[in-house]
């Protein structure tokens, strides 16, 4: 596949099943695709229903041992996958670079960030207490915290290493076990982890990945076992809502890691050189291709012009490239469909009145790329505005007042991430609280680590990963009256 690495036993192309490399029972493989160029990296194992079964009953064995492990034992086990981790993070950041595009040294980043939530989950399986409850005399009522059971985890292809580690490290810390279905744009990635995981001394069958091409089969298996007691999902809103439909019939707990349409609130009072710069490192990471990507970039009219030109002037400091290239600064986005997904949603505004002020086509690299676009004069009518573009996509709004400001933050049915620029107190507080999104950045938008709650409200789902409120979410709440007590 053209990649050097240091240590080519991270290049696995078949499931990881109870401990095992398995082949599907078919035979059956899928192509993995370079982004930057359109060739095929790898085939890899293509497994359905049988597999996906067979995963479960593995997870459900395992975790029978593995939940009455010592805090302190779960803990090792973590903290050895975390270093081997760091270890080899060079090479898992190749495998990403790889399949995914983005460019090696925010491939690197990724790693490290997704190996932190180990860290971080490691130490918190050390600290999931119970409680004691004010009760009668005769009685005394306890609460305790027990895991919730066999795991199901659907993730995407933005993030193909933390979006992984955010849902597994709190899991296995809890005591649960654990079935992944990764994207199958980026297999290779979840695939390396199951082999650091297997040498950290995961035990066989707690953590179990099956790279498919067919979502539908597996995702029907993971919602309707009765063994599966919870489903993680992130992804797209249309694909949680189709899962927590699937999941209502056997009432399985459920994480929802949905899309989003973050605003970028600019105010006049803002320090435009922050507001800028924040802007575009929210809007561009990853080519514009996360759920916490600035998706509106609201911008107040005494500021308006200003920011918008040197918003345009620090655009063109980007390089477009093979993320491979020490140079590159933009990589490609995911695939040809998703490509011209972004091509067709950037004419639709133009037609709609936007102003195209750079951009606003693919480029001639080869691979999938698309050149970093600006839309000014966006208005809140036309499509582009309610719609999560997934591409390095600006689109610009004007408004007058504070008022407006928030009605347009907050006309849309998502409600993950949010931010704000603004140097008065009161206006942060204010417009903080008045924003309906689970995170709200004031004067930043590198708002992620493994020390805060993510996740979102309305559309944009439920549930929290990381920090000291990410546990919960793989763990339930028991109550146990003793009774009997009096003299
Ligand atoms: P995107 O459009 O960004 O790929 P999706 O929501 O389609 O977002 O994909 C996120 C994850 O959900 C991927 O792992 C994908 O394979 C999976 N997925 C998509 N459709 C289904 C489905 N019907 N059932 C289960 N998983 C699905």
């Known amino acids: ?56 009953e593995a997870a459900q064995a395992s975790m029978q041992e593995w939940k009455v492990k010592s805090p302190a034992e779960r803990s090792n086990v973590l903290q050895r996958w975390h270093d081997l981790i760091i270890d080899n993070a060079d090479d898992l950041a190749s495998i990403l670079t790889l399949e995914q595009g983005k460019p090696l040294a925010e491939a690197k980043g990724e790693i490290l960030y997704g190996a932190s ?36 985890a659907i993730t995407p292809w933005n993030f193909p290493n933390a979006m992984i580690t955010r849902k597994v490290a709190p899991a296995l810390a809890a005591g649960c076990s654990i079935v992944l279905k990764p994207a199958p744009e980026t297999p290779l990635s979840a695939l390396a982890l199951a082999e650091l995981a297997d040498r950290a001394g995961v035990p066989a069958g707690v953590f179990n990945v099956l ?17 599966v007691k919870k489903l993680t999902f992130t992804g797209s809103t249309p694909v949680g809502k189709l899962l927590l439909r699937q999941c209502a019939d056997t009432v399985k707990r459920t994480s929802m890691e949905l899309g989003g ?18 802007a575009l490192a929210s809007k561009f990471r990853n080519s514009g291709q996360t759920c916490i990507c600035a998706n509106r970039l609201l911008v107040q009219e005494g500021i308006y ?13 980007f390089r477009l490239g093979d993320g491979f290239d020490k140079d590159t600064t933009l990589g490609p986005v995911i695939t040809d ?16 009145g936007a102003r195209l002020v750079t951009g606003g086509q693919s480029s001639d690299l080869g691979g999938w790329f698309y050149e970093p676009t600006v839309l000014a004069d966006v208005k809140p009518d036309m499509g582009i505005f309610n719609k999560e573009i997934f591409g390095p996509v600006a689109p610009v709004i004007k408004f007058k007042t504070d008022a407006d400001a928030i009605a347009l933050a ?78």
């Open 337 to 352: 469909k998703a490509l011209m997904g972004i091509d067709a949603v950037v004419k639709g505004a133009i037609d709609q």
């Open 1 to 56: 596949m053209g990649l050097s690495l240091s240590d080519s036993g991270l290049i696995q192309t078949k499931a990881f099943i109870n401990g095992e490399w398995v082949a599907s029972n078919s035979g059956a493989e899928f192509p993995i695709f370079n982004p930057a160029n359109g060739e095929t990296i790898a085939q890899v194992t293509n497994v359905g229903e049988q597999e996906a079964k067979d995963a479960i």
């Open 410 to 487: 907050n006309d849309t049915s998502f409600g993950l991430a949010s931010y704000i620029y603004t140097q008065d107190i009161s206006r942060i507080w204010q417009v903080s609280e008045a924003l309906e999104y689970g995170m709200v950045g004031v004067n930043e938008t590198a708002i992620s680590s493994e020390l805060i709650p993510f996740g979102g409200v309305k559309e944009s789902g439920h549930g929290r990963e990381g920090s000291k409120y990410g546990l919960d979410d793989y763990l339930e709440t028991k109550y146990i009256c003793m009774g009997g007590l009096s003299a």
């Open 117 to 152: 939530y180990l860290k971080w989950f490691a130490e918190e399986a050390k600290r999931i207490y119970g409680d004691i409850l004010p009760s009668a005399q005769d009685r005394r009522s306890l609460v305790i915290k027990q895991p919730v059971g066999v795991v199901a």
């Open 305 to 317: 012009d200003r920011f918008l030109s040197k918003f345009i002037d620090a655009i063109k400091a």
């Open 211 to 227: 790279p498919c091409l067919n979502a539908e089969e597996v995702g029907e298996v993971f919602t309707s076992s009765t063994t």
């Open 261 to 278: 349409n973050a605003p970028v609130v600019v105010f006049d009072d803002a320090d435009i050189d922050l507001a800028v710069a924040g």
